[in-house]
């Protein structure tokens, strides 16, 4: 049963897995020089092959964890709304866009040549569809749950915002370009599919007023 529900999903599931073996893969097989020749991104080096083969590693186990469990959560509900070939243009764009933003910013306008890895920029491409597509329900076993998507990627966002300047190790302005590449890969769709997008805009942002004037209030009536 739990590998029914796991699979539910077949190209979420299967870029789990392989994420998975790769990291330990990588560890056992490939050297440390070609890992830093061409599996981190530098941002001062505009190199398209580093910046996907980068998405497939990851500095320790913790950092793949938490990469694994938001990507089996959003990916399954994009894949879902969207079917696998659409699921594969948002994450693919979202990687490309990650990376270019975290080059631009960090490369040109900061002089910080620190590299990046980690799928989470593209990730982030999959909560921004997630909560535009699937605000607050998540299919699990063929049942479709209640389930607040929209809190974990304007909750991400939120975070990226206000630690974009930290020097935290975390890849803050990559995980805002891949949240924003919706914005973008939208113009690939046909009308049909930005019209879905444009409504769930609609609506998070009316549920986003509607949650920050409830928190004003209670926090006005403990004042």
Do not use: C
């Not at 959560?73 to 990376?99: C, D, N």
């Not at 206000?162 to 020097?167: A, I, L, M």
């Not at 590449?181 to 444009?198: G, Q």
């Amino acid at each position: 049963m739990m590998s029914k529900v796991f699979w539910e999903f077949p190209l979420t599931a299967s870029l789990v897995v392989f994420l998975f073996v790769f990291f330990f893969a990588a560890i056992f097989f490939i050297p440390d020089s070609f890992v830093a020749n061409y599996f981190l991104s530098y941002p001062r080096e505009w190199n398209p092959i580093n910046w996907f083969l980068s998405s497939l590693m990851h500095g320790n186990f913790s950092h793949l964890i938490s990469n694994l469990m938001y990507l089996f959560i959003l990916g399954r509900a994009v894949e879902y709304k969207v079917g696998p070939s659409k699921w594969i243009l948002f994450y693919g764009m979202a990687l490309i866009v990650s990376a270019l933003l975290d080059s631009i910013v960090r490369g040109i306008f900061m002089g910080d040549n620190t590299p990046v890895l980690g799928a989470s920029g593209a990730i982030s491409g999959l909560a921004a569809v997630a909560a535009l597509l699937s605000p607050f329900t998540l299919r699990m076993g063929g049942v479709t749950f209640p389930f607040p998507m929209f809190l974990i990627a304007w909750g991400s966002v939120y975070t990226d915002i206000t630690n974009v300047f930290e020097k935290d190790q975390i890849a803050h302005w990559a995980h805002l370009g891949g949240f924003f590449s919706v914005i973008i890969t939208a113009y690939f769709l046909e009308e049909k599919d930005r019209k879905k997008l444009k409504n769930g805009f609609i609506l998070n942002l009316v549920f986003f007023t509607l949650t920050v004037i409830l928190f004003y209030f209670i926090e006005a009536r403990y004042q």
